[in-house]
């Protein structure tokens, strides 16, 4: 059974960083492309991050690029983000989740959600 | 201001056909990138609903069905349940001057009266 199990949120001041982790189980974590999605409180979905089954390539949503950094540690099926300048807006319930094929396809699998909040 | 544009709510009564559009653009769905949907209970995280236009995962009923014509996709549901009341989201890829991204419909919630 694929299992992805988010972990790290937390209440965080702004400027302050926080490292996000999705442990992965029940699949070859090392063949799929990985992503971070966000949900703001009563919002809608928001993409935030990417990153291909070997590592080699990231991407960022225009939003969170230069503060944040997707990562992933293939020996240990584990995917991460760390988060820096944290904002006000970063404020979101974080999901990663499983993408299927290359970037015209859809994420099949999404753990439950880490909250991050940052505030004063 | 979603890339991807949704109806805020849509509703119908038990038995009866909604349909939720996802409108976009020559840089997304117009592009023939492929328009994917997802179903979100409350307090619970996103599922795949329709993949690939109109696929529908495993164990997904069959009452739910996706198209896709032009810049637009729609989801229709039929036979309207109690259970299908939650927010539905479209989702596609935009290669836009802006930048390449994943891109998400601002989402639509679905009330079974």
């Known amino acids: 059974e694929v299992q992805l199990v988010e972990s790290g949120g937390g209440l965080v001041q702004p400027g302050g960083s926080l490292r996000l982790s999705c442990a992965a189980s029940g699949f070859t974590f090392s063949s799929y492309a990985m992503h971070w999605v966000r949900q703001a409180p009563g919002k809608g979905l928001e993409y935030v991050s990417a990153?291909?089954?070997?590592?080699?390539?990231?991407y960022y949503a225009n939003s969170v690029k230069d503060r944040f950094t997707i990562s992933r540690d293939n020996s240990k099926n584990t995917l991460y983000l760390q988060m820096g300048s944290l904002r006000a807006e970063d404020t979101a319930v974080y999901y990663c989740?499983?993408?299927?094929?290359?970037?015209?396809?859809?994420?099949?699998?999404w753990g439950q959600g880490t909250l991050v909040t940052v505030s004063s | 201001q979603s890339v991807l544009t949704q109806p805020p709510s849509v509703s119908g009564a038990p038995g009866q056909r909604v349909t939720i559009s996802c409108t976009g653009s020559?840089?997304?769905?117009?592009?023939?990138?492929?328009v994917h949907w997802y179903q979100q209970l409350p307090g619970t995280a996103p599922k795949l609903l329709i993949y690939?236009?109109?696929n529908r995962p495993s164990g997904v009923p069959d009452r739910f069905s996706g198209s896709k014509s032009g810049t637009s996709a729609s989801l229709a549901i039929t036979g309207l349940q109690a259970e299908d009341e939650a927010d539905y989201y479209c989702q596609s890829y935009d290669n836009s001057l802006s930048g390449r991204n994943w891109v998400f419909g601002g989402g639509t919630k679905l009330t079974v009266l």
């Open positions: 989740a499983r993408r299927v094929g290359g970037i015209n396809t859809h994420c099949d699998y």
């Open positions: 690939g236009n109109s």
């Open positions: 020559s840089s997304n769905i117009g592009a023939g990138y492929d």
């Open positions: 990153i291909s089954s070997n590592g080699g390539s990231t």
